[in-house]
């Protein structure tokens, strides 16, 4: 015989989109019906407030039967329940410990590229870019392919997994690590940095445009570079070899080296102890360094036309800011703010005038045993909201701000 009947009750919880399932977020239940001992779960959906485009609007309506069908294999029923509760613990955002703004971390969004389709090993994850269009481009170490390490995500389908771009291991080989954008001549360019020895320019497809292998002409220390910038409408693009000898190496935006270099390893003012990262801050018209080990920020000046000027002006003790062992500096146009991650666990957000607007502990333990630990790259969105990979391990991830 059959028969149906619902049992009404309300529970909100979310599902995660995994490599093979749905994407379903901050949905209601309003009941369950139950038909021939079957149980299938009606949801509606529900938008919040700053969740633009999540995608979650396509699932709302749908029976909970459907969307296990699309998104878990079809095994026992308890396995089909057990695997849907494991889907919802993991999409619930969890909100950050910390001061100022408060975030919270939303697991469906930026995924992988689905395994069926082209399975990525992030041993980790250094560099990101958002880019003028909102498509974000991640570079990472794959661990089982030299031939992958560009991720790039499209403004809008953020919760969809990634698509793997770039030439392969022309790219990839090594130890991909500094990525930076850079508006020339009508295009978009990325900067590379490669640990081992390589720098490579290329479109923001990934597609090469030169490249540079091994260490400066007449350079006879340790070369590791980590990170490049380049000032507006100047012709030189400033190199920090972080990882190796600590020193600011100029180049032109054509891949040739000037013969100009500053820094070294020290701990006096325009000396460095790993200069992580180098960022142009409009906000001054100045480099600002990212001075890893010495727990600080230098900014210096330069000449847009004369690579022998780089002139130390002031400095910033990581701990004023609240982290230690600072990775890099992005600074959000047009208002000024700022975010640094720190290796340490943390993440700085400052106002145009450096004073602290959010400190976000990402580290802990409710996203994880191991939570977001080393923090190596961020990116803060018009929203407020930021995007996070981390060195190691390696993660991606989207944090929204909460208002």
């Avoid at 992030?122 to 880019?131: C, D, L, P, Q, T």
Wanted: aromatic share 10%; proline share 6%; net charge neutral.
């Amino acid at each position: 015989a059959r028969f149906h009947f619902m049992v009404p009750f309300s529970y909100t919880s979310s599902l995660r989109r995994s490599h093979s399932g749905f994407t379903l977020r901050s949905f209601v239940v309003v009941g369950v019906l139950v038909s021939n001992f079957s149980m299938c779960v009606c949801v509606q959906g529900a938008r919040e407030s700053g969740w633009v485009k999540s995608g979650s609007e396509e699932y709302a309506g749908q029976s909970m039967l459907s969307l296990l069908r699309r998104g878990i294999p079809r095994t026992s029923p308890q396995t089909q329940h057990d695997e849907a509760q494991a889907h919802m613990q993991q999409a619930r955002a969890i909100v950050m410990p910390g001061e100022g703004w408060t975030y919270a971390y939303e697991p469906i969004m930026l995924p992988l590229p689905a395994e069926q389709d082209n399975s990525v090993n992030v041993s980790n994850a250094h560099g990101i870019e958002v880019f003028p269009n909102g498509n974000i481009v991640v570079t990472y170490q794959d661990g089982s392919d030299e031939s992958k390490c560009l991720l790039k995500w499209e403004r809008g389908a953020y919760h969809r997994p990634a698509k793997l771009i770039g030439p392969g291991a022309q790219l990839c080989k090594g130890v991909p690590h500094g990525l930076r954008a850079a508006q020339e001549d009508g295009g978009l360019y990325l900067y590379h940095a490669n640990n081992q020895q390589s720098l490579h320019k290329t479109l923001s497809n990934g597609t090469v445009v030169w490249q540079d292998l091994g260490p400066p002409a007449g350079a006879s220390v340790p070369f590791m570079p980590t990170w490049h910038d380049a000032q507006p409408g100047s012709p030189y693009v400033y190199l920090a070899d972080g990882y190796g000898s600590s020193r600011i190496y100029v180049y032109t935006r054509e891949g040739r080296y000037t013969g100009q270099f500053f820094g070294g390893a020290g701990t006096d003012h325009g000396k460095f102890s790993t200069c992580h990262a180098i960022t142009w801050d409009w906000r001054s018209s100045e480099f600002v360094v990212s001075d890893r080990e010495n727990h600080r920020l230098e900014w210096f000046a330069v000449n847009a036309s004369d690579p022998s000027v780089f002139e130390y002006k002031r400095t910033l003790s990581a701990e004023s800011i609240g982290i230690q062992r600072p990775c890099n500096v992005r600074v959000r146009s047009p208002d000024g703010v700022a975010i640094v991650p720190a290796l340490e666990g943390n993440v700085a957000i400052v106002d145009r005038s450096n004073r602290v607007l959010s400190l976000v502990n990402v580290s802990g333990s409710d996203i994880g045993p191991s939570g977001w630990l080393h923090p190596h790259d961020a990116f803060l969105l018009p929203n407020d909201d930021f995007v996070l990979v981390t060195w190691l391990p390696g993660r991606i991830g989207y944090f929204r701000r909460m208002r």
